[in-house]
Nanobody, 115 residues
Framework: QVQLVESGGGSALPGGSLRLSCAAS????????MCWYRQAPGKERELVAA???????DYADSVKGRFTIHRDDFENTVYLQMNSLKADDTAVYYC?????????WGKGTLVTVSS
């Protein structure tokens, strides 16, 4: 079955940490650029972090120095380590696999940062 399944979302206090995982199946994971997006209530979906097949990494300015993306091509999984969380990080986080014109999305996992 071709799918991406996110996990690891939940609630955290400001300043806390969460680690998101995205497990891929049914695709050739290693040839895909893997991305994390997020969509906060009332806002458009935005790119948070991306890692290419050559392990080039890009981050949104708002998460630089706090979030780390990591891909494991043996486990077909991409991770997003989120530290120093802020209330503004509250959103549904989506995983995306992209190769050429093909895009595959997960269903998302909710992250809530609140005191």
């Amino acid at each position: 079955q071709v799918q991406l399944v996110e996990s690891g979302g939940g609630s955290a206090l400001p300043g806390g940490s969460l680690r998101l995982s995205c497990a891929a199946s049914g695709i050739k994971f290693s040839i895909n650029t893997m991305c994390w997006y997020r969509q906060a209530p009332g806002k458009e979906r935005e790119l948070v972090a991306a890692v290419t097949t050559r392990v080039r990494i890009d981050y949104a300015d708002s998460v630089k120095g706090r979030f780390t993306i990591h891909r494991d091509d043996f486990e077909n999984t991409v991770y997003l380590q989120m530290n120093s969380l802020k209330a503004d990080d509250t959103a549904v986080y989506y995983c995306q696999a992209a190769h050429g014109s093909m895009e595959l999305w997960g269903k998302g996992t909710l992250v809530t940062v609140s005191s």
